[in-house]
């Protein structure tokens, strides 16, 4: 019985304390609660900052089927948010007189290694924090063995070679192009400069002297028996994710309770060398030509520059984090699947966004195809001067891989007709008389692009 006192008695008072704190309105909750309702997302937690007041609101499991309810403990993959962290190791390099933004990053990489030039100028620590290093989205030999985990298997090699090998479209900083290979790259670089690696300087900078002791890559076992699981485009469990060369790009995992005092500690001016390094990693560091589109160092803005944010999405995560500039309000949003949480943080900081329940895709039936006939469609197809499609087999799957972005898989709904999961688009391969392939035609947002097949 007192065991029973005790426990109503530690039940009415959390009640109470959160309903003194209770900072996010009922709309938001009701449309997470939607979401997770109708099977868009296994789970969304988020916590909302207002000065001293915090309020999370969890809701749904770490797995569709027979998961656990989620909490402010809950681990999830971050993603690109890490590049933030990523950055702010940086400004404190930077601060400490050991890096300069203008530095060129040849200086920091062996000399083996041949960084691309245009016109005389080079590459700067500045140019990938701020993507405008001209470096693609993505790196031209990255082909993962595994689809489902794609950067295990990227090594510090192929990196080295990709960069003495690649040929820069334009000139460096004349245009921001977000780049996962440039912000891992920054990561690699900060490695070598400091002799530790990449997690070591995540945990001892940032993590530990913010008490954040469940944000970290590798798992711990806390970590683990609180991990939500990651969910796929089709709802199904998917792998994580192992990000090794390009750690600084988006291998961080973390808690909602952990980010909470990372947004404080942006939002807090405490006087300590931390801060000072996030502040510094807020300032504009680039301005396109039309004064259109401001990025700080990893961080953009919206709703005229007001919101400061970075999202993040894995194989089966999205992530979004965000405060209001000269203000005590911030925001993070974490869910367990690949349907975006963007919205919700960007809104609730005042971004003018309708609230959408998103709508789940509906997919052609899969048809069999054999291996003879997919080899006939493996290929190189060009769609534009500097656009190409790059068609393999890999089993009895096709994968395709745009220029600076990962591998996909395509499926066939018909003999020459085949869909992608990952974004909503379809590939028709198309015959000459003699029934040779020889372009493909994308169709996408409501565009048909045609693609000859020059290999």
Excluded: C
Aim: aromatic share 10%; charged share 20%; glycine share 8%.
């Amino acid at each position: 019985m007192r065991l029973f006192r005790f426990l109503l008695l530690f039940i009415l008072s959390t009640q109470f304390v959160v309903a003194q704190d209770a900072i996010i309105p009922d709309d938001y909750k009701d449309y997470i609660k939607a979401r997770v309702d109708k099977g868009i997302n296994p789970s969304i937690s988020m916590a909302y900052i207002v000065g001293d007041a915090v309020e999370f609101y969890n809701y749904g499991k770490t797995q569709l089927n027979d998961g656990e309810s989620v909490d402010k403990h809950s681990v999830y993959e971050i993603g690109s948010i890490s590049k933030v962290f990523t950055t702010i190791l940086l400004a404190d390099e930077i601060l400490k007189g050991k890096m300069k933004l203008s530095d060129p990053i040849q200086d920091y990489l062996p000399e083996s290694v041949t960084v691309p030039v245009r016109n005389d100028k080079v590459i700067t620590l500045k140019d990938l924090a701020t993507h405008t290093s001209g470096l693609p989205r993505m790196p031209g030999n990255f082909k993962p063995a595994d689809l489902k985990n794609p950067f295990a298997d990227y090594s510090v090699k192929q990196l080295y070679d990709f960069l003495s090998n690649y040929e820069l479209p334009r000139d460096i900083g004349s245009q921001y192009e977000y780049s996962n290979l440039g912000m891992g790259l920054l990561g690699h670089i900060l490695e070598l400069h400091t002799g530790k690696t990449y997690e070591s300087l995540v945990v001892n900078r940032i993590a530990k002297p913010l008490d954040m002791a469940d944000t970290q890559i590798e798992f711990t076992d806390k970590m683990k028996s609180h991990l939500a699981i990651g969910h796929n485009e089709q709802l199904e469990t998917t792998s994580n994710w192992d990000i090794t060369t390009l750690a600084g790009a988006g291998a961080i995992r973390s808690t909602t309770s952990d980010m909470v005092k990372f947004v404080k500690a942006n939002l807090t001016d405490d006087g300590s060398d931390l801060y000072k390094a996030m502040a510094l990693s807020h300032k504009i560091a680039y301005t396109n030509d039309a004064k259109t589109f401001n990025i700080g160092l990893g961080w953009h803005y919206s709703n005229g520059d007001s919101i400061v944010w970075h999202n993040g999405g894995t194989g089966g995560y999205r992530a979004f984090s965000g405060f209001l500039k000269d203000s005590n309000k911030g925001v993070v949003v974490f869910t367990n699947s690949t349907f975006s949480v963007d919205n919700i943080g960007l809104k609730i900081l005042g971004q003018p966004l309708e609230l959408k329940i998103p709508e789940k895709r509906v997919y052609p039936e899969v048809v069999v195809l054999s291996n003879d006939i997919l080899d006939s469609y493996v290929g190189k197809y060009q769609l534009t001067p500097q656009f190409f499609i790059t068609v393999s087999r890999k089993d009895n799957q096709l994968v395709a891989q745009a220029t600076g972005q990962p591998e996909f898989e395509i499926f066939p709904s018909a003999d020459n007709e085949f869909f992608l999961k990952v974004v909503e688009a379809s590939i028709t391969f198309n015959k000459d008389e003699a029934g040779n392939i020889v372009s493909m035609t994308l169709h996408q947002n409501g565009q048909d692009v045609p693609g000859k097949k020059i290999e």
